[in-house]
């Protein structure tokens, strides 16, 4: 594999087990503070973020590529309420998304066709991800400071239940 492209499949791996830690971090804030629904949904969001870098990973065994792991930054934050949390998920999903269209530019300028394809789960997966937040960011602007509304928006985040996302290569 490319040099280059070696390297940035590492660091994103990298970046997909930081997201993880961050939305674990999010889970535990979102208990705390009683919003046991939305701490489940970010638990299964980092369950997800597992499986993101389980994929890259399984896809660099399959092409014999040493995989260079780094300590993962403290994701540790406090926000401010419910609304700045997925706030901050979309920031980091954009920020994800334009790493994993980079990820893809290198591949095609490699002219690592096979690279470049595996790479297209991951940038359909981005726009879920960012649509999942705008979603939320929506509702919980509408319910502002409304307990019930809140506390409604948080029963219909405790139904969702994790389903492994199926990657190629991951198995
Ligand atoms: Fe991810
Ligand atoms: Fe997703």
């Known amino acids: 594999m490319n040099q280059e492209l070696s390297q940035a499949m590492s660091d994103q791996i990298n970046k997909e087990y930081y997201s993880a830690f961050l939305y674990l971090s999010m889970a535990n804030w979102c208990s705390a503070e009683g919003f046991k629904g939305a701490s489940n949904w970010m638990y299964a969001q980092y369950q997800e973020e597992l499986?993101?870098?389980q994929g890259l990973y399984q896809y660099m065994q399959m092409r014999s590529e040493p995989v260079n792991f780094k300590?993962?930054?403290?994701?540790?934050?406090s926000w401010d309420n419910l609304l700045d949390v997925f706030k901050k998920t979309l920031a980091h999903e954009q920020f994800v998304t334009e790493s994993i269209n980079n990820l893809a530019s290198v591949a095609m300028r490699a002219n690592d066709h096979a690279a470049y394809i595996f790479l297209q789960w991951y940038v359909t997966e981005q726009v879920e991800e960012e649509g999942n937040a705008n979603d939320l960011i929506d509702k919980l602007t509408l319910a502002a400071d409304n307990t019930n509304a809140l506390l409604n928006i948080d029963d219909q985040l405790a139904a969702r239940v994790f389903a492994a996302p199926v990657i190629p290569y991951l198995e």
């Open 51 to 53: 499986a993101h870098a």
């Open 71 to 77: 300590s993962i930054d403290d994701p540790s934050g």
